[in-house]
């Protein structure tokens, strides 16, 4: 397993939070800001009640390396009935 490590300058505002990488460590080593993973990212829940995100991921040297948004909700609790799941019904 590689390890890397990240340190994040959290930020709330009334929309949400801002997660900002401020450093990096590849290794336990430091990594200069040309290698280092930047990325502003937003979280916060939209007005049907969703949780939102939205990660860009870049290397200054490299250019973008992933970006990833969406929403995600809580599942409908059903009541249980004493039965199985129904993943595990046949």
């Known amino acids: 397993m590689v390890r890397s490590r990240a340190s ?3 930020a709330a505002d009334p929309d ?9 460590r590849f290794l336990g080593l430091p990594l200069p800001r040309m290698l280092a993973p930047m ?3 937003r979280e ?3 007005p049907e009640g969703r ?3 939205d ?6 040297l490299l250019g973008r390396l992933s ?3 969406g929403w995600l909700v809580e ?9 199985p799941p129904r993943s595990l019904q046949r």
Do not use: M
């Open 8 to 10: 994040l300058a959290v």
């Open 44 to 46: 916060g829940v939209d």
């Open 75 to 83: 599942p409908q609790r059903r009541p249980r009935t004493g039965g």
């Open 55 to 60: 990660v860009p991921i870049r290397v200054r």
């Open 51 to 53: 949780f939102t995100f």
């Open 67 to 69: 970006h990833y948004r």
């Open 39 to 41: 990325s502003r990212a």
């Open 16 to 24: 949400g939070l801002t997660l900002e990488v401020t450093a990096a």
